[in-house]
């Protein structure tokens, strides 16, 4: 360019002055890639500041355009004409990266155009400029060959082969650049062919390994062919591809043929919970979690495996029990302790599947309870499991039941009985069972360890509230309470002398509200047993004087020296059974209606005592007529040639099955609780409909599930005591009345 450029620019050739100047410097920048002298951006800034009519901007800013067009054409295109697959690749990056430089640079030496001129006429800028005359004279042109060429080559990957991932690297950029960071092209004419060409390729995949691999197999290789696309995903291919591609990879190896894996009879998910195969499990979930349904059907396959291995427990306890030979009978009450020790086992190896393998999803927690719900609240050999629950830990709890064990493993026995009544809904009639165990085992001197007794009342607590074990600990603080005051007794008969029997007395004071239901009676005692009564009643009044003492003289126990013509035996029995074989002190021969008439006793009583001293294992009276039931003719005396090789016996009842009673006083129970409910209810909302009703009394009742024949016989009942009235116009719609 000569010196003097400027005036040369005013002349008729200014035209093809410009375009020699932009070509000059585009062919030097595309030639050198290096930064041109200052004297050059001079020359721009000169001709870019003369006024009109010798501005030569709009002039210079249209050459700028054909100049890069003229210099694609015959440089650019004609690289890339013949070149293809990886050659056209590498020669794509070369002249796009070339390109970028030049467009780089050129921006620099014509700023001022783009700082002036661009900006006062709002025209694209001169890299907007430079990267339009690339897509349009390359990209679109060369867009489909290379989009064809990247996805071969990331097939050829797949395929086991090796591959320039720098080169796809720079050829991906490429298809982001080119969009300005938008995404469209990259997305549009790259992205959707790949994921159609990954899908085609994984639906062949998987139709040939469903053919020919286990499950746990099948789950390997995917999670392989998971973990290859992420690292495709890491080298070369855009981070918004990710989930898209992962997603098509799940659909066509996971999804497609989720049930025909999940059930697979040879190693399908519920082969894989009966072997307890956990790192197939906790793979399973991971691969399975990230599909739609797929969590579903696991739990639902894992319920219904639950639920079938617990009821499989239910009735091999009921093929036992469901044998009434006499013989068995010690086999049933063994079976069943069996059956609470194996649901227990049966729980601790699922705990394990649901917090690791399932990390303790909520899904598979709850599906979890409601399998264990299913049998656990079945009818098990005639029992609740309530009751069979109770007799477990009752067995665990007593003297003899947990000498093979230590502390801490009887603690954990207790968190797991514990545990396995949160399954169950009756607790209420736990409650009423565990009340009648833990009585027997305080008043009879059978709790092994008062501490784990009130260790399992901790455990109840924590779990169920402070109501459910109020009275259970109410009982354990009366045997501590009624220790001290024995001690007090005593100390008392050693400053009174004259009060003292002459017999041994224990007195346990217990708090009615606390301890089961027992029948009292005016049983006529033995003048020697008066007298410790009248002991302990001048000697309680010191103690309290708000209390009313009421005697419960069939929980009391005796021990009395029985003399036979061969032998002296001290004799373990009931305060009833002491009472009967001390009237044969005064008389050799009592008949069925005197021994009744002088104990005043009910009839049934009379009957069990007399069987147990008479019809049983140990025959202290004799009988006549002499046969193995009691009716009011008989006459007894007292066996005076009873011998037994011990020196101390226990004469037991008949055993009473208190089953009956118990229900009872739980059904009784039931229907109070149900009528509180109704009218905290109904207080709180004043006017409520049926459905809403029963469902809310449903929600609110925790210890126990009601029956809903029950709920509508309360009602009804409320509205015949005038706690409730219908609605005159709307029969299910009920009022409270205050």
């Excluded at 990267?131 to 349009?136: E, G, N, S, Y």
């Excluded at 990957?157 to 469209?184: A, C, S, Y």
């Amino acid at each position: 360019m000569p010196a003097n450029h400027l005036q040369a620019l005013t002349s008729p050739q200014m035209s093809s002055r410009v375009t020699v100047l932009c070509t000059s410097i585009v062919g030097e920048v595309s030639r050198r890639l290096c930064k041109l002298s200052p004297k050059r951006r001079r020359r721009i800034h000169d001709m870019c500041i003369q006024r009109s009519p010798h501005d030569t901007t709009e002039k210079l800013y249209t050459k700028y355009k054909e100049v890069i067009m003229e210099y694609i054409t015959s440089v650019v295109l004609p690289s890339l004409k013949d070149k293809h697959d990886e050659f056209l690749l590498r020669e794509l990056v070369i002249r796009w990266s070339n390109h970028k430089v030049m467009s780089k640079w050129l921006s620099r030496f014509f700023s001022y155009l783009n700082r002036f001129f661009i900006k006062r006429n709002s025209l694209p800028s001169l890299d907007e400029v430079a990267f339009t005359c690339f897509q349009d004279q390359v990209y679109k042109v060369t867009k489909g060959k290379v989009k064809d060429a990247v996805i071969s080559l990331i097939d050829q990957e797949r395929g086991g082969e090796q591959i320039d991932r720098g080169l796809l690297k720079n050829v991906i950029e490429i298809f982001v650049e080119i969009g300005t960071d938008k995404m469209d092209y990259y997305k549009n004419d790259f992205e959707e062919e790949m994921l159609k060409e990954t899908a085609s390729y994984y639906s062949r995949k998987a139709s040939n390994w469903i053919l020919i691999e286990s499950f746990p197999d099948y789950m390997l290789k995917v999670e392989e062919c998971l973990r290859k696309e992420k690292d495709r995903v890491v080298h070369y291919l855009h981070a918004t591809s990710e989930p898209k591609l992962i997603e098509q990879v799940r659909h066509e190896v996971l999804c497609v043929y989720s049930s025909q894996l999940l059930e697979n009879e040879k190693s399908g998910c519920c082969v894989l919970i009966q072997e307890h195969k956990v790192d197939d499990l906790s793979r399973m979930y991971k691969l399975f979690s990230k599909i739609d349904d797929g969590l579903c059907r696991i739990s639902q396959i894992y319920k219904k495996h639950v639920t079938v291995e617990g009821t499989t427990l239910v009735k091999k306890t009921d093929d036992v029990a469901s044998n009434k030979e006499a013989e068995k009978r010690v086999v049933v009450g063994l079976q069943e302790q069996t059956f609470v020790r194996e649901v227990i086992e049966l729980h601790d190896k699922n705990m394990p599947l649901v917090n690791d393998c399932f990390q303790n999803h909520t899904l598979f927690r709850k599906v979890l309870k409601e399998a264990f719900e299913i049998f656990l609240n079945k009818t098990v050999a005639g029992s609740s499991t309530a009751e069979l629950l109770v007799n477990y830990c009752d067995n665990i709890l007593k003297k003899g039941g947990s000498e093979k064990y230590s502390d801490e493993a009887i603690e954990q026995i207790l968190e797991k009985a514990v545990n396995l009544l949160g399954y169950i809904y009756d607790k209420d009639l736990f409650v009423e069972f565990y009340r009648k165990k833990l009585a027997r085992r305080l008043l009879f001197d059978k709790s092994a360890n008062e501490d784990h007794e009130r260790s399992i009342l901790t455990k109840l607590k924590q779990q169920n509230g402070t109501h459910f074990t109020s009275k259970l600990e109410g009982m354990v603080t009366d045997m501590t309470l009624a220790r001290e005051t024995q001690a007090d007794f005593k100390d008392y008969l050693q400053c009174n002398p004259r009060t003292n029997p002459g017999i041994d007395l224990s007195v346990t004071v217990l708090t009615t509200g606390f301890w089961p239901s027992y029948r009292s009676s005016d049983f006529h005692l033995p003048f020697e047993m008066t007298k410790c009564i009248q002991a302990f009643a001048e000697f309680y009044p010191t103690k309290t004087n708000s209390r009313k003492l009421t005697w419960i003289y069939s929980l009391g126990t005796c021990n009395i020296t029985a003399k036979f013509e061969l032998q002296t035996i001290e004799l373990i029995v009931t305060t009833y059974q002491a009472a009967v074989l001390l009237l044969f002190n005064d008389s050799d021969r009592l008949s069925y209606s005197e021994i009744m008439s002088q104990l005043n006793l009910a009839d049934d009583d009379v009957v069990r005592l007399l069987q147990s001293l008479c019809c049983l294992k140990y025959k202290l009276l004799n009988k006549e007529p002499n046969t193995n039931s009691i009716s009011s003719d008989d006459v007894f005396a007292f066996n005076s040639k009873f011998t037994n090789k011990m020196r101390r016996i226990r004469i037991p009842l008949p055993i009473v099955d208190e089953k009956k009673k118990i229900l009872e006083v739980v059904d009784k129970d039931r229907k109070y609780v149900v009528d509180a409910c109704l009218i905290r209810i109904m207080k709180s909302r004043k006017v409520l409909n049926h459905q809403q009703l029963i469902t809310e009394c449903v929600e609110q009742l925790k210890v126990f599930k009601p029956d809903l024949k029950l709920i509508k016989k309360r009602i009804e009942d409320l509205i015949n005591r005038e706690y409730l009235e219908r609605d005159s116009e709307n029969l299910n719609l009920y009022r409270y009345l205050a």
